[in-house]
Nanobody, 120 residues
Framework: QVQLVESGGGLVQAGGSLRLSCAAS????????MGWYRQARGKQRELVAV???????NYADSVTGRFAISRDNAKNTVYLQMDSLKPEDTTVYYC??????????????WGQGNQVTVST
């Protein structure tokens, strides 16, 4: 099993910044991707940003230019730097890791979720 521990959420004023962290531990064979998703109440979980093992990144249009994803491979940790935050960014953010097994299968694991609240 793989465990993900998130940290860094909280309350910030519009225009401010927060940094989320997600540390992975456990039976990690090879990390394929790590990413951040968010889910507003009553809506589907949506991709915010993802980073592949080679370092390539992908962002949702709504956060491009404001958020930056990065990872520390030595620490199995992924970060999400969130700048110029807007009230519509308020929701729960989830970390996700895709672990490639020795049999070349991909297994997905989720963090516990971290509330981000942006006030006007």
């Amino acid at each position: 099993q793989v465990q993900l521990v998130e940290s860094g959420g909280g309350l910030v004023q519009a225009g401010g910044s927060l940094r989320l962290s997600c540390a992975a531990s456990g039976s990690i064979f090879r990390i394929y991707t790590m990413g951040w998703y968010r889910q507003a109440r009553g809506k589907q979980r949506e991709l915010v940003a993802v980073i592949a093992s080679g370092g390539s990144t992908n962002y949702a249009d709504s956060v491009t230019g404001r958020f930056a994803i990065s990872r520390d491979n030595a620490k199995n940790t992924v970060y999400l730097q969130m700048d110029s935050l807007k009230p519509e960014d308020t929701t729960v953010y989830y970390c996700k890791l895709q672990n490639m097994s020795p049999l070349k299968t991909l297994n997905g694991y989720w963090g516990q979720g971290n509330q981000v609240t942006v006030s006007t």
